[in-house]
């Protein structure tokens, strides 16, 4: 299934292969889904983050909360939550800029 929608919680979790960056989205139609976060999407908000935040203020944090995404992923909805879902697999996975950020870069 497709997701697209804002990041609104982020948290590490220790498994067995180290750490893992999960992710809470709420989808644009109303669902919430967690899962692991997209290596594309990871790598990108990191990047973006060192080249623009970073750069500017050493103290600055990381945010991935507030960070629009879309990806196609395996959902398997909660037992007892008809709103809420789990995800695996993501792919297609990208970062959908807002217009404000577009028209930073010209």
């Known amino acids: 299934s497709e997701v697209t929608g804002v990041i609104v919680g982020t948290k590490i ?3 067995h292969y180290g ?16 899962g692991t976060i ?11 983050f060192y080249e ?15 960070v629009r995404v879309t990806f196609t992923a395996a959902i ?8 809420f879902g789990f ?4 792919t297609k996975a990208k970062i959908i800029e807002t217009e404000e950020e577009q028209n930073d870069d010209k």
Do not use: Q
């Open 38 to 48: 997209a290596r594309a999407i990871e790598e990108k908000i990191i990047d973006d």
């Open 76 to 83: 398997t909805p909660s037992d007892n939550n008809p709103k």
């Open 87 to 90: 995800f695996k697999r993501p």
């Open 13 to 15: 979790v220790d498994g």
């Open 52 to 66: 623009k935040e970073y750069a500017k203020d050493k103290n600055a944090e990381i945010k991935f909360v507030g």
């Open 19 to 34: 750490e893992t960056r999960k992710i809470t989205v709420k989808d644009d139609r109303g669902f919430v889904v967690y």
